[in-house]
C-alpha cells in the first residue's frame, strides 16, 4: 500500500528464512486412502475372481509396491527374466529402478500376454496400453474405497509392522528419492537381493488369509 518506504520487514528469503521453520512444514498432508494390511488378503483373493487385464495389473501394482504408471507403461522388453528394469525417465526419482519379480508377478505377466499376444506393453487391450483411470475403475466395481496409490502405504505399514526389513529396504522398494545429498552420494547399490526377500514375504502375506479377522461393514 506504499505507506512506509525502505526494505520490506517481512521479505521470506535472505530474512525471515533464516529465524523462521518453512512452510511447508506446517502444511496439513492429505494420505491416500489405503488398506489396513490385515485385509489385505482377502482382497487379493477377491481381485483374483474378477476378469480383466485391469484387475491382473492392479494385483502386479501391489504385489511390486509401484506407482500406477510404472505399471501401465511398463513394456515387455523391460523384462528380462525375473527382473523389470524401469527407466529412469519413467521414475518419479529419475533413477533407473530393478524390481525382482516373485513367482506370482511372473504368472500375472504370463496371463496378460496371453490375453493380449502382440502387444508391446505389460498390460494392455488389444495393443493399446491401461489408461490411468483402469485400476481405479476396478476398485470401485469391487466396492473398495480406497486409492491404488495408497497400496504403497499398505506395504510401508506392513513392513514396519509386521517384519524385521530394514527401513532402508523398504525404501528401496518403493523407490523413494534419497533426501540426505551426502547420504545419497554413498547409497550407490539398489539391495536387489535383499529386495527380492521382501517382496517374496510380501507376496506370502498377500496370499495368507487369516480366519481370525472379521471385517467391519460401515452402517
Same mark, same amino acid.
Given at each position: 500500500?506504499?505507506?512506509r518506504?525502505?526494505?520490506? *520487514?517481512?521479505?521470506?528469503?535472505?530474512?525471515?528464512? &533464516?529465524?523462521?521453520? +518453512? *512452510?511447508?512444514?506446517?502444511?496439513?498432508?492429505?494420505?491416500?486412502?489405503a488398506?489396513?494390511?490385515?485385509? /489385505?488378503?482377502?482382497?487379493? #483373493?477377491?481381485?483374483?475372481? $474378477?476378469?480383466?487385464?485391469? @484387475?491382473?495389473?492392479l494385483?502386479? /501394482? =501391489?504385489?511390486? @509396491?509401484?506407482? &500406477?504408471?510404472?505399471?501401465?507403461? @511398463?513394456?515387455?522388453?523391460?523384462v528380462?527374466?525375473?527382473?523389470?528394469t =524401469?527407466? +529412469?525417465?519413467?521414475?518419479k526419482?529419475?533413477?533407473?529402478?530393478r524390481?525382482?519379480?516373485?513367482?506370482?508377478? !511372473?504368472?500375472i !505377466?504370463?496371463i496378460?500376454? @496371453?490375453?493380449?499376444?502382440?502387444?508391446?506393453?505389460?498390460?494392455?487391450?488389444?495393443?493399446?496400453?491401461?489408461?490411468?483411470?483402469?485400476?481405479?475403475?476396478? !476398485?470401485?466395481? $469391487?466396492?473398495?474405497?480406497? &486409492?491404488?496409490?495408497?497400496?504403497?502405504?499398505?506395504?510401508?505399514d506392513?513392513?514396519?509392522?509386521? &517384519? $524385521?526389513? #530394514?527401513?532402508?529396504? +523398504?525404501?528401496?522398494a518403493?523407490?523413494?528419492?534419497?533426501?540426505?545429498?551426502?547420504?545419497? +552420494?554413498?547409497?550407490?547399490?539398489?539391495?536387489?537381493?535383499?529386495?527380492?526377500?521382501? !517382496?517374496?514375504?510380501?507376496?506370502?502375506?498377500?496370499?495368507?488369509?487369516?480366519?481370525?479377522?472379521?471385517? /467391519?461393514?460401515a452402517?
Open positions: 500500500r506504499k505507506l518506504s525502505g526494505m520490506n *520487514p517481512a521479505l521470506w528469503r535472505g530474512l525471515l528464512q &533464516t529465524i523462521l521453520p +518453512a *512452510p511447508k512444514k506446517f502444511q496439513k498432508v492429505k494420505h491416500h486412502k488398506l489396513p494390511y490385515r485385509s /489385505l488378503p482377502t482382497f487379493m #483373493s477377491k481381485l483374483r475372481e $474378477m476378469d480383466g487385464m485391469a @484387475a491382473l495389473a494385483e502386479f /501394482l =501391489i504385489l511390486n @509396491a509401484n506407482r &500406477t504408471s510404472e505399471v501401465t507403461d @511398463a513394456l515387455r522388453t523391460e528380462n527374466g525375473d527382473i523389470w =524401469i527407466p +529412469a525417465d519413467r521414475m526419482a529419475r533413477v533407473e529402478h524390481v525382482p519379480l516373485c513367482n506370482r508377478s !511372473l504368472e !505377466l504370463d496378460a500376454k @496371453a490375453l493380449d499376444k502382440n502387444s508391446d506393453y505389460l498390460f494392455s487391450q488389444k495393443g493399446k496400453k491401461l489408461s490411468n483411470m483402469a485400476m481405479p475403475m476396478m !476398485l470401485r466395481r $469391487m466396492g473398495i474405497d480406497v &486409492t491404488v496409490h495408497g497400496f504403497r502405504s499398505t506395504f510401508r506392513w513392513v514396519s509392522e509386521e &517384519t $524385521m526389513h #530394514s527401513p532402508e529396504v +523398504a525404501e528401496m518403493l523407490a523413494h528419492a534419497i533426501s540426505n545429498k551426502v547420504e545419497a +552420494a554413498y547409497r550407490r547399490k539398489d539391495l536387489l537381493e535383499k529386495r527380492r526377500l521382501l !517382496l517374496n514375504d510380501w507376496e506370502m502375506h498377500c496370499n495368507t488369509i487369516n480366519e481370525n479377522v472379521v471385517e /467391519l461393514k452402517a
